[in-house]
């Protein structure tokens, strides 16, 4: 599977202000992805980084508040805008495929960020 | 679009029993289910996935049993150990438009006990 990269590990950040998560793959992808774990719950799908092209978003989600970026096939940037504390959570990005060719969905270790 | 529940929320059993963790999706177009295992703070790990056109795959202490017509999928563990203690999330691939994107579960928390 592919090694992802994926920083900050970790952040606290004040309200109102934005944060720019980065996601290194180490192969070329396809298909990547940002997801949301809140604190003890399930991983919901933000968005589809598309490669050259405006990102996909899932319901509830939008462009103004999680802008996204994909310059190239293996690097994204998910940014978190005018942050609440409702946005504290674990932001993951994730892949299908990779180095090994195996079609399955990776993570990166996640981006912790804490709103005060 | 995918909808999928996870069953139970929580699973507490004594080492060396066996562990069932039960899944049901809303999509007919869905055809790739995977397991994932999440340690605490650490990323989600497949542990084991299955594809639509067999009903049951087994990797060591891990099977994974499909039943399309019903819609529902599950994870069983067998002698369980302290270290198979976790978070498991099972999840749902979505058909047409939805291809590549997965739809998870609730989550399982699973205790072990010594």
């Known amino acids: 599977s592919a090694v992802i990269s994926q920083k900050p590990s970790r952040d606290i950040c004040q309200r109102g202000t934005s944060l720019t998560i980065q996601c290194q793959v180490d192969s070329q992808v396809t298909m990547m992805f940002w997801y949301r774990q809140q604190p003890g719950q399930s991983l919901t799908l933000i968005a589809t980084a598309n490669q050259g092209s405006e990102a996909t978003y899932e319901s509830g989600f939008v462009i103004d508040k999680f802008p996204i970026s994909r310059p190239n096939l293996t690097f994204s940037t998910l940014t978190v805008s005018n942050m609440s504390p409702e946005d504290s959570s674990i932001y993951l990005c994730s892949v299908r495929g990779g180095s090994t060719g195996a079609n399955v969905l990776t993570f990166g270790a996640g981006s912790r960020l804490t709103v005060l | ?114």
């Open chain 2, 1 to 114: 679009g995918e909808n999928v529940e996870q069953h139970p929320s929580t699973l507490s059993v004594q080492e060396g029993d066996s562990a069932v963790i039960k899944c049901t999706y809303s999509d007919s177009a869905s055809n790739y289910f995977p397991w994932y295992k999440q340690e605490l703070g650490k990323r989600p790990q497949l542990i084991i996935d299955i594809r639509s056109n067999v009903g049951e795959k087994k990797d060591q202490r891990i099977a994974v049993t499909l039943n399309k017509t019903a819609k529902h999928f599950s994870l069983h563990i067998t002698e369980t150990q302290p270290e198979d203690s976790a978070v498991y999330f099972c999840a749902a691939e979505g058909g047409g438009t939805s291809y590549g994107k997965l739809t998870f579960g609730q989550g399982t928390i699973l205790t072990v006990h010594p």
